[in-house]
């Protein structure tokens, strides 16, 4: 059972695949669309269950959410202490990422395209 409070070594390797990336990795790990699915021959991939509205529904208020939350550049100094940075040609890059979006927009549409 996977634990929030259980810290792992570093030198501990992880049991995750290098190609699990995004939405797809979650829906690797339901088996079966429904029970008895392997029964009949059923088989659902994960660009059809993407496509269906109330996943994707699901997933673009996900994202919405996610893409609200205010972005923090860190950079450590000399001490090792990390600051924000708030000037800079990477800052003002994640205020407006380009002339057409903001950056909440950005991040939604990036977040559900993953």
Known sequence: MWNLLRRTRKN???GRDVREVGWRS???AV???FAGAWQQGVKADPET???FHAVFSCISLISQDIA???LRLMQ???QGI???KRQGDTARLCRRPNAQQNRIQFFELWLNSK
Do not use: G, H, W
């Open 26 to 28: 979650l829906f690797q």
């Open 31 to 33: 088996a079966e669309p």
């Open 49 to 51: 269950v993407l496509s």
């Open 76 to 78: 450590t100094d000399v």
């Open 82 to 84: 990390r600051r924000e």
């Open 12 to 14: 501990q390797k992880s």
């Open 68 to 70: 609200k939350m205010r």
